[in-house]
């Protein structure tokens, strides 16, 4: 790679391309794109992008609570995978290589936030736009899960997002974050205890 390319050449660079994500027959792996980045195809990266950016910026809102905040994270993760991309093993997911870029970004924010004297939820529009997940109605309910997780210990939410939203795997998870699966279990499953007690003191959430 002959240049550190900002966020936004990273996108311009993949103007007019057609990503090969649909897992046909012709798709071209996560690691294929990669070798052609370090080959000097900078446009493949645009690729990765498309593939991984929304996925990123729905974990992020998720775990920050702003969808602002999560498009500055998830900004910050691409462009330092970029950089960083000679030292992705392709023996493993790119994903949860990518992840464990973005977990740190988020963890970084998380550290900047504690200087402010309150948390900021995102409004339930935000989090519809970025939570493909999430159905488009019941934003009482929507808004009610935000304002939950995000009073749940960060590594906690951190944990039960990866497993529950994003799915993960929990020797992916432990790739990711560096934590041992057991530790992580343990997260898991006391984030899920704390979340249902959360829940029920919120008036928006009916059995």
Not at 64 to 77: H, K, M, N, P
Request: contains cysteine; aromatic residues 6%.
């Amino acid at each position: 790679m002959a240049r550190a390319h900002s966020y936004a050449a990273l996108r311009a660079d993949g103007a007019g391309t057609t990503p090969s994500a649909g897992g046909g027959p012709a798709a071209v792996s996560d690691a294929e794109l990669v070798e052609r980045v370090l080959g000097g195809d900078s446009r493949a990266f645009a690729e990765l992008v498309m593939r991984h950016e929304r996925v990123c910026i729905r974990f992020a809102t998720r775990m920050l609570g702003t969808l602002e905040d999560a498009e500055d994270a998830t900004q910050e993760a691409l462009v330092r995978a970029y950089r960083a991309l000679g030292r992705y093993d392709s023996r493993g997911p790119f994903r949860t290589w990518l992840f464990a870029i973005l977990i740190n970004c988020c963890r970084t924010a998380l550290v900047r936030r504690t200087r402010r004297t309150r948390w900021v939820v995102a409004d339930g529009a935000s989090v519809a736009r970025a939570a493909a997940k999430t159905p488009p109605d019941g934003s009482d309910h929507r808004d009610a899960i935000q304002r939950a997780l995000m009073r749940l210990e960060p590594a906690q939410r951190e944990a039960f997002l990866m497993k529950h939203v994003e799915q993960l795997s929990y020797e992916e998870m432990s790739a990711a974050t560096g934590a041992g699966v057991s530790a992580l279990k343990m997260r898991v499953r006391r984030a899920c205890e704390r979340l249902k007690d959360l829940l029920e003191e919120e008036p928006d959430v009916r059995p």
